[in-house]
């Protein structure tokens, strides 16, 4: 039996034995490794937008450079401004989900929560928000109406004001029916001392609830699977927990990140990056919904990579994690708030998983599409 | 739906003491190395962290049994020219987008604007054909007997019904050519198989008994569970340990030694063997794919477009052949982390994210780390 926590070297040969060309090759992916990622790709594909590493080399390799912020360079869910010793978040995104309605929301909610959520996730109190629809030719003129009282809804659960907009109308086949892009201002909460490069070996991982609903539910109300099950979307604002969590855990509290595309995995392993830290996850712990698990098993997708629009990770320090659980399971939606793992030293940049099994593995970012296994 | 019945598979004390009953099995000094066949089998030790139970000398090979990894650049080009024909709509699965052909992947082909959707099973693309009957719909079948006859169950129904647009580009393999192949080389290192549990619920274990008869070597067909593998590599030492090379079936809940006599049956009447095909990797192994036979001529992708039919070669350099028999380690292949990375993969081994080559590249240096603080 392996000794718990020593991974196998390379068997039958003790580390000191490594060859020389072997420490070559290690060297050289080592190189590549470190490099900034370029983006060389020839066309956008669909992995461009999915949210692992295609996504990753699109912003590190081609708009940050280009277009290079000291804000900007922290990749966080918010970019920051101060004026006058003021502190500002602000953050922008687009919706063009497919079906524009699901179980448990539609686009026009995602559109508010999910600006709301990016601000929250820097430490942000969401004030006021823009709204930009773009619209398809032929739109019933309903299903508009609909999804601008679904905004209106969501602004006032949100407690933010939609205080600017635009409309524009594209020709049949030009849009989805209708995308929504919504732009957000924040004021920066003094409790909060937010960085997605302040994580410490020690700091706690906690996650907000059971993950991986909005995708499964996304992906089942497509009805391309004839599943069916009883899964909604969670999508929801996250301030009123990032304001408890402020309160219980203040400067303890090292960083937040809401797991959308790209899931949990992803959000751990770009922090994992930014922070030059390893993390070790207990799949175990992670909870998950059986309706979730199960969808996930028969299409051969692991929960850890199916997006959220209403749950995040947080990392908080070990002297306060404790006091930051049990507040945050006091807020509506995070009533399974769990910690799921730790912060480390090595390896770093990776984030490895204990499995339920018990063995031990390395939980990459995701890499294409979240797509399903046929083997 | 409940997925509760799999949780007894997965139960991690029945795991430590299986990992307990392997290391009791093993001569100490003695190295072990088992190849898994099956991509499915690779996925799951990948999963669960099944190696990092085993004793150190006991070391899992990733086999040739990923049948979206080893379709060769040349199949892929063929499918990109069918898909660029004007008016047609092709359907793959979407493990399949992400191979690379000799230039570019489906992925890339559909943002360039070919008609490129990703189906579930073959009876999706039937559907969209029925749904676009001005259109031709071809599908690009692949897998081993495991998904074989649901392709042929299609091509039935297609032809009883009489739908005229619907066409398949076959490009099914078989398992055991590929075995025989990897058996036959002088320079094989391997002590033992871990059988392949899907494609044996349809041709049964029978098929494998030439691995211990002609070659002396122990196969076990396991399912996809973690305790299922554990348990299929005990069984494996076992036999070495007392000497004896066998066919044993640890998936006999789901594999019937003759295996699934009616998907044999339509196979039979839809497919015939070709005289050789081409893997990536392995080169030309002769009857290891199938075409449609002449009754389903009229339904065949390949009789119905004109197609390159190019045979890109592999790049002399690559070894995935040699990493597949456990004759040299990725790092030792002379295009290994230069030519040959991730996110231009050349051979089978890197292409698929848990292809020997492409888990060493991404987690080598890990492997290495003695302590994980």
Known sequence: ?375 | MSMRYVDEYRDAEIGQALAGKILGSIEPGRHYKVMEVCGGHTHSIYKYGIDDLLPENVELVHGPGCPVCVMPMGRIDDGIAMANEEGVIFTCFGDMMRVPGSKKTFTDARAEGADIRMVYSPLDALRIAKQNPDRDVVFFAIGFETTAPSTALTLKRAKAEGVGNFFCMCNHVTIVPPLRALLDSPDLRLDGFIGPGHVSTVVGARPFEFIPADYGKPIVVSGFEPLDILQSIHMILTQLAEARAEVENQYSRVVPYEGNVAALKVMAEVFELRPHFEWRGLGFISQSALKLSDAYADLDAERRYEVPGVRVADPKACQCGEVLKGVIKPWECKVFGTACTPEHAIGTCMVSPEGACAAYYNYGRFAREKEVV
């Open chain 1, 1 to 375: 039996m392996a000794e718990r926590g020593v991974l196998r070297t390379e068997p039958g040969k003790p580390d000191a034995g490594v060859s020389e060309r072997e420490q070559k090759i290690l060297g050289i992916i080592e190189t590549a490794r470190a490099k900034r990622p370029r983006f060389k790709d020839e066309t956008v594909t669909m992995a461009h937008g999915a949210g692992g590493k295609a996504t990753q080399t699109l912003i590190e390799g081609l708009l940050v450079p280009a277009l290079g912020s000291e804000s900007l360079e922290e990749l966080g869910d918010s970019g920051v401004v101060r004026i006058d010793g003021l502190g500002l978040a602000i953050s922008t995104d687009s919706f063009v989900v497919r079906p524009m309605r699901f179980p448990g929301g539609s686009i026009g909610e995602l559109a508010v929560n999910g600006t709301v959520n990016d601000l929250a996730m820097a430490g942000a109190e969401p004030i006021a928000l823009s709204l930009s629809l773009i619209l398809e030719e032929g739109l019933p003129a309903e299903d508009l109406r609909t999804e601008v009282e679904a905004i209106a809804g969501a602004a006032e659960a949100a407690g933010v004001e939609i205080v600017t907009g635009d409309t524009k109308v594209v020709e049949r086949g030009h849009a989805d029916g209708m995308y929504v892009c919504t732009a957000g201002v924040g004021k920066l909460d003094d409790r909060a001392q937010l960085s997605t490069s302040s994580l410490q070996p020690g700091d706690r991982i906690i996650v907000s609830g059971s993950i991986g609903e909005h995708g499964t539910a996304i992906m089942l109300s497509r009805g391309e699977f004839e599943l069916e099950s009883e899964i909604a979307s969670d999508t929801r604002s996250l301030w009123p927990a990032t304001d408890v969590l402020l309160s219980a855990a203040g400067a303890s509290l090292r960083c937040m990140r809401d797991a959308t595309r790209g899931g949990v995995a992803s959000a751990l392993n770009e922090l994992a990056r930014a922070s030059g830290v390893a993390m070790t996850v207990r799949e175990g712990d992670v909870p998950v919904h059986p309706s979730v698990a199960g969808a996930a098993e028969m299409l051969g997708i692991d929960p850890m990579y199916i997006a959220n629009e209403g749950k995040f990770v947080a990392f908080v320090a070990p002297e306060r994690s404790e006091e930051a659980l049990a507040a945050l399971r006091k807020v509506e939606g995070c009533e399974d708030a769990v910690e799921i793992g730790e912060v480390k030293t090595e390896p770093p940049g990776m984030v490895l998983v204990e499995t339920a099994f018990g063995g031990k593995r390395v939980m990459d970012m995701l890499a294409g599409d979240p797509l399903p296994r046929i083997c």
